[in-house]
């Protein structure tokens, strides 16, 4: 069973970055996708970016051009930049992986926009 650790999180400035970082316990086939759902306060959980070999990296509409995903699989892990981070980003960042079919899922780190 794979198990992912994310990391990362915090309060940041409207206008700041951050980046989430999440490891796998094992290693995940470039073609098994990974990536970042989030879910705020009151809200339904959303999918953020996610990524695989073969395929465009996706983004969610709202995201695009301010964050970015990336992937080392040497590492086992997967990246969330976040740029120019606005309030409405502020929620709990889940780090996901599918893999033979199974979703997989961190624990969460939330992120806090605020001034």
């Known amino acids: 069973q794979v198990q992912l650790v994310e990391s990362g999180g915090g309060l940041v400035q409207p206008g700041g970055s951050l980046r989430l970082s999440c490891a796998a316990s094992?290693?995940?086939?470039?073609?098994?996708?990974m990536g970042w759902y989030r879910q705020a306060p009151g809200k339904e959980r959303e999918l953020v970016a996610r990524i695989r070999s073969g395929r465009d990296p996706e983004l969610k509409d709202s995201v695009q051009g301010r964050f970015t995903i990336s992937r080392d699989n040497a590492k086992k892990t997967v990246y969330l930049q976040m740029n120019n981070l606005k309030p409405d980003d502020t929620a709990v960042y889940f780090c996901f992986v599918r893999e033979n079919g199974i979703w997989y899922w961190g624990k969460g780190t939330l992120v806090t926009v605020s001034s």
């Open positions: 094992e290693t995940i086939l470039s073609s098994d996708p």
